[in-house]
Nanobody, 113 residues
Framework: QVPLVQSGGGVVQAGGSLRLSCTAS????????VGWSRQAPGNQRESVAT???????TYADAVQGRFTISRDNLGGTVYLQMDNLRPDDTAVYFC???????WGEGTEVTVSS
C-alpha cells in the first residue's frame, strides 16, 4: 500500500489557524473520496470532513463553518484548513480513504486556551 504522508500539525492558540496536508506518491487520493478524522485523548476517532473525487464535501457539525477540506488542481493532495480553532479541536488528525479504511499515521494538533 502507498503511504499517506501528512504534514502541517502543531501548536496554536485558540482562535488561530492551521492547514493540514495529505498526499500520496501515486495520486491514489485523486480517484477516491478522502476524509479527515481525529481522535482526542480518551475519545473515539470521529470523522471531521470528507471530499469526493468530484469535490463534494461533508463536515461534522462540530467543525462546520470553521474547517474547509479541499484538493489541489490535480487532486493528488488534500488539505484541511482549520480556522477559529478551539481547545476541543485538540487531537491527532488522520487523513485517509474511508472506503478502504486506509489511514495515514496522524499528525498532532494542539490548541491552547
Amino acid at each position: 500500500q502507498v503511504p499517506l504522508v501528512q504534514s502541517g500539525g502543531g501548536v496554536v492558540q485558540a482562535g488561530g489557524s492551521l492547514r493540514l496536508s495529505c498526499t500520496a506518491s501515486n495520486l491514489v487520493l485523486r480517484w477516491n473520496t478522502v476524509g479527515w478524522s481525529r481522535q482526542a485523548p480518551g475519545n473515539q476517532r470521529e470523522s471531521v470532513a470528507t471530499i469526493t473525487r468530484n469535490g463534494e464535501t461533508t463536515y461534522a457539525d462540530a467543525v462546520q463553518g470553521r474547517f474547509t477540506i479541499s484538493r489541489d488542481n490535480l487532486g493528488g493532495t488534500v488539505y484541511l484548513q482549520m480556522d477559529n480553532l478551539r481547545p476541543d479541536d485538540t487531537a491527532v488528525y488522520f487523513c485517509g480513504i474511508p472506503g478502504y479504511d486506509y489511514w495515514g499515521e496522524g499528525t498532532e494538533v494542539t490548541v491552547s486556551s
